[in-house]
């Protein structure tokens, strides 16, 4: 039976309650402490936005954890990718995790500046092998090392919610990876398929301090919730926190798919819950929506302008996209509204604690 730990939490126990939960799930059955880890950072923003990428706190509660359980930090290798419209290297200053690598000697690798190697899966895909037909690229650092991954507890616009199996989408694809928005459940699917290849050990510990909810995985509005999980079942770990959000895990496809095949438990009344179980009776009530680039996204790619999908996102002039997604998110809804989320976040506990960083 799968096992997720879910505890709740607070600005001044934090990382005693990060050590707690991954001892709870049982990382040390999973993690070889003589081996390269990875840390799969989870960046959705090169600005720092509430909610939206790993917060200070839980990348260090984790390598705290690590640390003092006898890993080496020249050992822990935090990664992270770039998409369009983010910059690794800049937004490890903006969230604060800069002070983080610095204080336990770890040296940040931003996955722009490793080799990516065409690797040959044997797993039978859904989708991605058609999506690249030419190859699936990954980074090389990836083959053979196990991995931590550190996404937060939000909703997101294509995928209804994101989280440990959606961050692999950022480490595992290159640049180009939005042609998979297409088929983003399928491509979801694929991607558990493609780690559990890839990697002797997967960890997972999601932070739903401050969770996101709304339009996805940037716009969002964000909600001091005080739960932090984790587990070696990514899809259970999605679940749960499906879950505690207010959806049913086993209508949201890319859970459904992952279920039937038997890569990972989605239906909760079979996991494992460990720690404070009665946080899997709470509904948060949150609801998914599209912002207006990801409305536009589906409407070029599966809705009324599917007919200028090829002229507009595969071909030379798809530049327009990143270019329209950073003014409307960097150059309006940010200083716009997003500001003023911000301000009321800086009011709270979690703001405060973001303040010391």
């Known amino acids: 039976m799968s096992k997720v730990a879910v505890l709740r939490t ?86 604060r995790w800069e002070g983080v690598f610095g204080k336990y000697g770890l040296r940040f690798q931003p996955l722009t500046e490793v080799e990516w190697i065409k690797y040959k899966f044997k797993s039978h895909f859904l989708k991605i092998h058609k999506i690249f037909p030419g190859g699936i690229y990954i980074p090389q650092m990836f083959v053979g090392k196990q991995i931590v991954h550190l996404p937060t507890v939000k909703t997101h616009g294509h995928s209804t919610t994101t989280g440990a199996i959606k961050n692999s989408f950022g480490g595992l694809l290159k640049e180009v990876r939005h042609y998979c928005h297409k088929y983003i459940h399928e491509v979801l699917v694929d991607l558990v398929l493609m780690q559990k290849e890839l990697h002797p050990g997967i960890f997972v510990v999601m932070d739903g301090t401050v969770a996101g909810d709304g339009a996805g995985p940037r716009t969002m509005v964000p909600k001091v919730k005080n739960v932090i999980l984790a587990g070696s079942d990514s899809v259970a770990v999605d679940a749960v926190a499906a879950k505690i959000m207010g959806f049913d895990p086993l209508k949201i496809p890319y859970l459904k798919m992952c279920h039937e095949r038997g890569l990972g438990v989605a239906d909760v009344s079979r996991v494992e819950v460990v720690g404070d179980r009665e946080l899997v009776e709470e509904n948060w009530g949150f609801r998914t929506k599209k912002s207006l680039v990801i409305w536009g996204d589906q409407m070029l790619r599966r809705g009324g302008l599917r007919f200028l999908e090829k002229i507009a996102l595969h071909s030379p002039l798809w530049r327009w996209a990143p270019i329209a997604s950073n003014l409307y998110h960097d150059w309006f809804w940010y200083p716009v509204i997003g500001q003023r989320y911000i301000r009321e976040f800086m009011k709270t506990g979690w703001g405060e604690l973001f303040g010391r960083y």
């Open 10 to 95: 607070s600005p001044p126990t934090v990382l005693r309650d990060y050590q707690k939960l991954m001892h709870l799930a049982g990382y040390r059955q999973v993690l070889n402490s003589n081996k390269d880890l990875l840390l799969k950072l989870n960046l959705s923003w090169t600005k720092f936005y509430p909610a939206c990428s790993t917060p200070p706190w839980e990348l260090e509660g984790v390598v705290k954890t690590l640390l003092e359980d006898g890993f080496s930090s020249d050992k822990i290798i935090p990664v992270e990718n770039k998409t369009v419209v983010t910059n690794p290297r800049k937004g490890a200053v903006n969230n």
